[in-house]
């Protein structure tokens, strides 16, 4: 069976363990406990094989810790997540995409299979338009979407956009799901 690990990155609090929780275990976590690092495991299908998809979920940037180089090195894929209604969230994505290119010698083109998430969009308060959010992925060479962990929008196509992005080698480019 192939086997995918992908790591979730992003501020604090903007949602990365709800997001791994509502995907692998089908549920919400209301309140907040800021992850020092958790790890989720799941088997899902893709063209009818079986693939065991590893969720490394990270600490904030705010932690960001030698630790989180080492999960950059051992990941394949990487989901990069911000909160719609938190501008400076969305502003910190430009210093762990950096940090992503960096540790995996990417290039324009050879980028890493990146997936850029805008999270919360149940939440009233955007301050990230979709457009913008678009934009950024689009810049990176890295598939978009907007997701809400709470009511599960999107939550399954980000995950297995990111395994479709793996077994098909990434090919670069923006997808947007």
Known sequence: MKEFKVCLLGSGSVGKSALAIQFTEDRFVQSYDPTVEDCYRKQVTFNDEPVMLEIIDTAGTE???S????Y???CQGFIL???VTKKSTFDDLEAI????WQTKKATKKRPPPMLVVGNKVDVDGREVLFATGHGR????KATFLETSAKTRTNVEDAFQG???KLAQGNKGGCTLL
Do not use: L, R
């Open 63 to 65: 932690q960001f810790t």
């Open 81 to 83: 997540v911000y909160d």
């Open 162 to 164: 990111m395994v479709q």
């Open 67 to 70: 630790m989180v180089e080492i």
């Open 97 to 100: 995409k950096d940090k992503v």
């Open 137 to 140: 992925a689009k810049e990176w």
């Open 72 to 74: 950059i090195k051992n």
